[in-house]
């Protein structure tokens, strides 16, 4: 019989009961929904709503079967529409009278966006430490191969050198925009949304403020209707994904053509790199091509819960049902994303010799080439036209602007001197873009500086984020 048998004559319909039923999905949110229970009754207790007896005799069954479900010897019971059912009513049966005034002044529709919002602090805080785990590599890596020097693209086609260190520090960035995005989220989510009960607040004198904070979170909801119906914290958790998922799928996009023999700048650790079932020479980035395709489903969930929302009058609508699903889902793929980019940067071997190599083509000097007569004088839209010209030569030779004869630039301007080899050096042309942000080595190390200020405030933000109650594995 469920919780509300008293108003019903029937059952539900076997169909529509599993139809309904969200346990498959909120029972994963079991630990946040004990500690929820077990907030409200100390509250309850405190205020005397209930009796110490009673409070303590919860607290205990709940402690009992929570212990129960993180060992995996919970048994659930399909018939049970929700975590919420499922707990309070296991409860009861075991310590009878006591557990039934439980749910005195609180409604499934706190209880849920209680523990929803519990858990998405749990899970944003995951998010945080993987995304600062995976800067931490990357910054590793830019500082092994201080000295790599590869082709900076722009539409896919050489431009101008770049420091390997410089291009990964690039992916450091867009990941820190993307840990102030987790942290809004994490900000949206922690406010109490407990003792709105069902859409109007109650009649007992509850203490919202006591079960926020006996929750870890740092305020109240101010307003009971908007308490249980919204769920736009979870759509900040998705932006924040998606936003993520987007940078992640762009260095993943690099790390598949990398490895390709066509670039071979990097070469994947064989624990991140897979073979195939018949041709026996091949080394696949599966993992890279992975992470860039999981991109579209973290997509679809920020979608699908926009969607879901649309339009929903107040207050609680059966709808918000469909929330956990996806957020879940979002949050545990881009922790299993944020890893597998960190393990698979951090074990590539870098092929600094290709990446040098591969300067060699394209006339990725011919910027500073034209620079240099830009600085003797000469407009800089002329030198361009001029520069542009020395490299249809150096086409219909089959050359590079370092192998056209010292007279060839002659016969292009007289400004050109001797001393035009130095725009032509791969490493001078690097060396010389030391304007802030730029990919000059002492350019880079500044960015270093910047770097490591931002690590130690977001590492100390995470340290900060106080007491969260952590997802439960035993469901
Ligand atoms: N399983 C529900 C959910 O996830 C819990 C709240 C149900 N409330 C209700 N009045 N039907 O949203």
Sequence with gaps: MALWGGRFEGGVETSTQEFGASLPVDKHLYKQDIAGSRAHAAMLAKQGIISQDDCDAISRGLGQIEAEIDAGAFAFDIDDEDIHMAIEGELTRRIGEAGKRLHTGRSRNDQVATDTRLATKALVKQLMEANLALRQTLVRVAQEHADAVLPGMTHLQHAQPVLLAHHLLAYYWMLTRDFKRLDAAFEAADASPLGAAALAGTTYPLDRVATAYALGFTRVIPNSLDAVSDRDFLLDLHFACSTMAMHLSRLAEEIVLWSSSEFGYITLSDSFSTGSSIMPQKKNPDFAELVRGKTGRVYGNL?????????????????????????????????????????????????????????????????????????????????????????????????????????????????????????????????????????????????????????????????GLGHVVPMGAGA
């Design 303 to 463: 979608m699908q819960l926009l969607v879901t929302c649309k339009g929903l009058p107040l207050a609680y609508n059966k709808d918000l049902q469909e929330d956990k699903e996806g957020a879940l889902d979002s949050a545990h793929t881009l922790v299993q994303c944020l890893e597998v980019m960190a393990g698979m940067v951090g074990t590539m071997h870098v092929n600094a010799d290709r990446m040098r190599a591969a300067c060699r083509v394209g006339h990725l000097a011919a910027t500073d080439v034209a620079d240099y007569l830009a600085k003797k004088g000469m407009p800089f839209r002329e030198a361009h036209a001029v520069v542009g010209r020395l490299v249809l030569e150096c086409d219909k030779r089959g050359c590079q602007l370092d192998e056209l004869p010292i007279e060839e630039f002659r016969a292009a301007s007289p400004l050109f001197g001797n001393d035009i080899t130095g725009a032509l050096d791969i490493d001078g042309i690097v060396a010389a873009r030391t304007t802030e942000g730029g990919t000059a080595p002492s350019a880079v190390a500044e960015q270093l500086k910047f770097v490591r200020t931002s690590l130690v405030g977001d590492e100390a933000r995470v340290e």
